[in-house]
């Protein structure tokens, strides 16, 4: 048996694997990870997304009746970009402490890191809890692979609680925002541009609907998270500037926090938007969040302290995760957000991420899993 690779030749094999989204090729990455998790004495289950872009699921068993501890990551990243790169962005080189490359933050570290924990911990004798990795396609695309595997819980079973190795710096934060993404069309009547008298204007419809959306305050906030927001990210209308246009499109960007109803939020924003508005969901992901006081999520803040030198405050993400909907399919187990990577330099040009936080994750996501199965 070949010797098993050290987590930082783990993240630069990964980094080599161009996984960008779209097209999303995640097989490569599934191949190499299941493989090591496989030799390691886990039982590896794919869930297909479509092909070439599966979920794998890999369990190792425990021998009491305490479930399973999740560590969960995605093997898609998000494509290139326009800019140039110094570094090559899928050679994976390490200057002066940071490895280069596409996905080094977000989330080829958090990979390798929780990946090495989970084989460390499959060479000690058996606890009374069990380990599941799981790893998704598609999250950078809206979260498509954990949405497949909330719908088939009897192939995702059930877990006691749940670690997303998302870009944190280390430091495990306790949720994040939801998103409500909606699609508002508007339809109109064309006519010559001279004559618009003769026709229904949709982009004034979709104008007007914009004024009444840039006036909207939630009035909500909470303490780590802030406060909701409504980024209208996308506009477009008409074909010809001569025509008066039949069509007209806004993209809305709703961030939310935990306890807020996204089917009674789509009703707010339908109102706003007026009775001529077609609105269709492009994306709904729930928000996530647990209490700082759970004695699980106490413990894990004790064991980065242990090992980081440092007690965590309790603090949260704007971005989403495949935690929303894998919490919210697990009905509601505690769930924190911790990886190695970057935060800020998630979708980056010449992404980077610290060689150290990288080894100082994969200890950590192993003394949370030990501890987790009473080992």
């Known amino acids: 048996m070949p010797p098993t690779p050290d987590v930082l030749e783990m993240t630069r094999q990964l980094i080599g694997l161009d996984s960008a989204n779209p097209p999303g090729q995640e097989e490569a990455c599934a191949l190499y990870l299941g493989g090591l998790l496989e030799g390691a004495g886990f039982k590896v289950e794919r869930l297909p997304l479509a092909p070439g872009r599966p979920n794998l699921l ?13 560590l969960c990551g995605h093997l898609d990243t998000v ?88 870009p944190t710096a280390n430091q495990p934060w306790l949720g994040h925002k939801g ?12 006519a010559h541009g001279s004559m618009p008298e003769e026709g229904d204007n949709a982009i004034l419809k979709a104008a007007q609907a914009v004024n009444r959306l840039a006036a909207w305050r939630p009035g909500l906030e909470h303490a780590q998270l802030g406060r909701p927001t409504l980024n209208l990210g996308t506009i477009s209308g008409g074909t010809r500037i001569n025509m008066v246009p039949d069509r007209a499109s806004l993209g809305l960007d709703l961030r939310t926090l935990p306890g807020q109803d996204h089917r009674q939020l789509q009703a707010q924003m339908a109102g706003l938007l007026g009775p001529e508005a077609s609105i269709a969901v492009l994306s709904d992901m729930p928000p996530l969040w647990t209490q700082p006081g759970h004695p699980w999520v106490q413990e894990v803040f004790g064991i980065v302290e242990e090992i980081g030198g440092q007690r965590p405050l309790p ?6 995760t495949d935690g929303g909907a894998l ?33 100082q994750a994969e200890e950590i996501f192993f003394q949370i899993a030990r501890r987790w199965c009473g080992i």
């Not at 890999?58 to 999740?70: D, H, N, T």
């Not at 998103?179 to 064309?190: C, E, I, P, R, T």
């Not at 509601?332 to 150290?356: F, K, M, N, R, S």
């Open 315 to 320: 603090q949260g993400g704007r971005y989403f």
């Open 179 to 190: 998103a409500l993404w909606l699609q508002a069309v508007f339809s109109g009547k064309a």
């Open 58 to 70: 890999a369990r190792l068993p425990g021998e009491g009746s305490r479930l399973p501890l999740c």
């Open 79 to 166: 494509p290139l970009g326009a800019a140039p790169w110094s570094h090559d962005p899928l050679a994976a080189e390490v200057i002066e402490g940071r490895i280069y490359g596409r996905g080094a933050s977000d989330m080829k570290s958090g990979l390798a890191a929780l990946v090495a924990a989970a084989m460390r911990l499959a060479k000690l004798p058996a606890g009374r809890g069990g380990l599941l990795v799981l790893l998704t396609s598609d999250e950078e695309n809206g979260c498509g692979g954990s949405l497949l595997l909330a719908s088939r819980p009897e192939v995702l079973g059930r877990v006691g609680a749940l670690v997303v190795a998302e």
């Open 327 to 359: 919490q919210k399919a697990w009905g509601g187990v505690p769930t924190l957000i911790l990886g190695p990577g970057e935060p800020t330099q998630a979708h980056q040009t010449d992404e980077w991420c610290l060689v150290e936080n990288i080894i």
